[in-house]
């Protein structure tokens, strides 16, 4: 359905700087590699709130702009520059036969790739749909199911092409986000903790939710990054951030069961927006498959 | 860049449509200076919420439906956390409708400053992005970030979180905030409103194309406040009004085949939600500053150029401003967050207004809670057929200028409705074909 011609930038914005500059990707030559690396943002099957994340720096947008060349981000603008690009952002999950030709091409043209949120690191909320019958979903929103390219999964970017770095959150956190174009441009690896949310949470001297008031709480099993958002308003983690490093979910199946809860509403909690990152959808398996540990 | 077609017509490829959120495509067919066809097309893979809500508790809509669009998250919780009530018969406090009130306004402040600026600005001045639109006008865009930072902050408070906001539940609010914490943000405010003031005279200097169309708006009506996060019936331009628990009765939608969105029809013909239905529908409702300001920008009670539709924006800019600050001023502390929901078995509609326009969620649950079917209308859908109206009037009306001119028009018409096509979308590719 989709026009041929169009998964490439379809017009060049004459004039514009930059555009000489090679693609030298090695990021630890960033101090001496040419002004102004290029950026490109690319969207697949996501909301955009993880790109509006960066729109959303509003102190740092303009230094942003001021360090590195914006030379692809339909969201914001209409030039295009051709690539190759430096750094390539990546939004959204794969979804249609189009795209998985797509991320090749965008790969390909990428000096260092970077994925940021759920959706592209682990498929988004969409990959409900891989424990679902495609189908039967099509047809219960689309009168025309027969209109529709879709594929049967929605997976993340590192399933069909090497990824360089992934942020995770749905949404991604803006100083997260923020820090990576920083490690970039510095030619260092970005400093983004891989301990559970949990620790925030003690660090931010939070009342732990489940044990005070017995709502359920991912925080265990959850990466940080968002600072502990949800404990410090009262409810439990709901691990938008996606599996920590080194993930017990055996245990905390059990802390859950002890909170009461049902099993369908423990594979509920597991399947939510990183629903297919492999240690989720381990555990939620796991349970739906008639309880565990 | 016209380049020849086999059939010897023309296709005049000025590249995707920026500026907007998620990515589509439009097609204009033009034979002897007349224009055969328009379709806008969404390409945007479908997500299929509505089929894995299916089998979900009715607690999780807000937290679910919020990631249809980042942009705005609010409106998706306000519709779906209202329906759920609805089904549930629990009615909530007046102090937890403030609250989400002042929420949206959050809400509104941020995608319209966002939209105004950084997406449709650039139209008017002549430039590709807001960035660029800085090295000359610095001071316009250092007052675009300052207002759309101030929209985050109050969601950020209110919702926890700008995007995706992790505070809202069906209910109410997991915390409110304290009495100190909101004052914190009306020098902000305060300033902001003044801002938006100045901004909606200057955004009504902008050159705009003389094109009217006689649309049939829709919009929720309340009637005590502007609509915003709710309200208590669907009216329209054409005179129909009706309570919102009957929208399905009026408004369906409907599937074409050049658009991965549902098309959506209102009693049976094209219809308009969004900032200039919301204004042209509810005027006596705004407040007096953003009348007098609204009418000393040279609009009328009504508004029919869909292209002056940014400063109807900068006027409901301001407005949000306002009733932010009001919200903050009536606050006490000492309210409960939320009230308890039970489930029961029962369908419902909640509906709210989208910064784009009104959107409505309908739901039907089983006495467990599981929701049993959901629909989800979104403002985008429902312009669809407008949209395609005003891009063949555009054509009609500007076939003889340029191809060049001729497309930055017709762009510029698209983002007039700053469409929200994430939930749909994935190239906006433009093509004139001219033969
Ligand atoms: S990860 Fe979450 S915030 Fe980011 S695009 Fe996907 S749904 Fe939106
Ligand atoms: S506490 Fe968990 S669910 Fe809440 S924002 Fe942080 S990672 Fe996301």
């Given amino acids: ?293 | 860049m016209t380049h020849q077609l086999k059939d010897g017509g023309q296709v005049l490829n000025v590249g995707m449509l920026a500026r907007v959120e998620g990515e589509g495509g439009m097609h204009i067919e033009i034979k002897d200076r007349k224009v055969v066809s328009v379709k806008l097309n969404i390409f945007e893979p479908p997500r299929f919420y509505e089929g894995f809500l299916r089998g979900r508790k009715y607690t999780e809509p807000p937290d679910i439906t919020a990631r249809i669009c980042g942009i705005c998250p609010v409106a998706y919780q306000s519709a779906s956390t209202e329906a759920m009530e609805t089904i549930c018969g629990v009615t909530t406090t007046a102090e937890i409708q403030l609250m989400r009130r002042l929420l949206y306004c959050g809400e509104w402040i941020e995608s319209h400053s966002l939209h105004i600026f950084m997406l449709h600005a650039p139209d008017f001045l002549g430039y590709d992005s807001v960035l660029e639109m800085a090295k000359d006008h610095a001071d316009v865009v250092n007052m675009a970030l300052r207002l759309k930072k101030a929209g985050n902050d109050v969601m950020e408070l209110v919702g926890g979180r700008a995007i995706h906001p992790v505070n809202v539940k069906v209910g109410g609010f997991y915390r409110m905030p304290t009495l100190t914490e909101l004052e914190g943000l009306k020098p902000d405010l305060e300033r902001g409103l003044e801002d938006a003031l100045a901004a909606v005279q200057l955004v009504s200097t902008f050159d705009f194309p003389e094109m009217e169309q006689d649309y049939n708006y829709v919009s929720l009506r309340h009637p005590d406040w502007y609509p915003l996060e709710r309200g208590t019936e669907i009216v329209a331009t054409s005179g129909v009004r009706f309570p919102v628990a009957q929208v399905g009765e009026h408004i369906k939608e409907f599937h074409v085949e050049h658009s991965n969105a549902l098309h959506a029809s209102f009693d049976g013909e094209k219809y308009f939600v969004g900032p200039l239905a919301r204004y042209s529908l509810n005027f006596d409702q705004l407040s007096p500053r953003c009348q007098e300001a609204a009418l000393k920008a040279g609009l009328g009670e009504t508004c029919r150029n869909p292209f002056k539709s940014i400063i109807v924006r900068t006027v409901e800019l301001a407005y949000a401003f306002e009733e932010a600050l009001r919200i903050i001023d009536l606050w006490t502390d000492g309210h409960a967050p939320s009230v308890p929901v039970a489930p029961r078995a029962g369908e419902g509609i909640g509906a709210s207004e989208a910064p784009r326009g009104t959107i409505w969620h309908r739901y039907k649950i089983d006495a467990d809670g599981v929701i049993l079917d959901a629909q989800i209308v979104p403002p985008t859908s429902q312009n669809q057929a407008s949209i395609e109206a005003d891009l063949r009037l555009a054509a009609e009306q500007w076939v003889d200028l340029d191809d060049h001119t001729l497309s930055h028009r017709c762009e510029t018409a698209i983002r007039n409705y700053d469409p929200c096509i994430s939930c749909a979308t994935h190239f906006l590719d433009l093509r004139i074909k001219r033969s």
Wanted: charged content about 20%; some cysteine.
């Fill in chain 1, 1 to 293: 359905m989709t026009d041929p011609g169009t998964t490439t930038p379809a017009h060049t914005h004459e004039g514009a700087d930059g555009s000489h500059t090679h693609g030298d990707a090695d990021a630890s030559q960033a101090p001496t590699a040419p002004a102004r690396p290029k950026l490109a943002v690319w969207k697949f099957a996501s909301c955009d709130g993880c790109q509006l994340s960066l729109l959303n720096c509003e102190d740092e947008l303009l230094s942003i702009a001021g360090a590195v060349h914006i030379a692809y981000f339909p969201e914001a603008t209409r030039a295009v520059v051709e690539g190759p690009y430096e750094l390539s952002l990546v939004e959204g999950s794969i979804t249609t036969p189009e795209d998985v030709k797509r991320i090749h091409e965008i790969r390909a043209q990428s000096g260092t790739l970077v994925t940021i949120g759920a959706c592209a690191t682990a498929g988004g909320i969409q990959a409900l749909r891989n424990w679902a019958d495609v189908d039967e979903y099509r047809s219960i929103v689309y009168a025309h199911p027969e209109y529709l390219s879709t594929l049967d999964t929605s997976t993340g970017i590192a399933s069909h092409v090497d990824v360089d770095y992934e942020l995770r959150g749905c949404p991604v956190d803006k100083s997260q986000l923020v820090e990576v174009l920083a490690a970039f441009l510095g030619g260092r690896k970005p400093r983004i903790p891989t301990y559970s949310v949990c620790v925030e949470c003690k660090l931010k001297g939070n009342v732990c939710v489940p044990i005070a008031s017995g709502q359920p709480c991912l925080g265990p099993v959850t990466q940080a990054g968002c600072g502990a958002l949800c404990p410090s308003y009262g409810r439990g983690c709901y691990g938008c951030f996606g599996p920590q490093d080194s993930t017990n979910t055996d245990s905390l199946t059990h802390q859950l069961r002890k909170l009461g809860m049902r099993w369908d509403d423990i594979v509920r909690v597991y399947r939510t927006f990183n629903a297919g990152a492999p240690e989720f959808e381990a555990a939620s398996n796991k349970v739906a498959a008639g309880g565990a540990s």
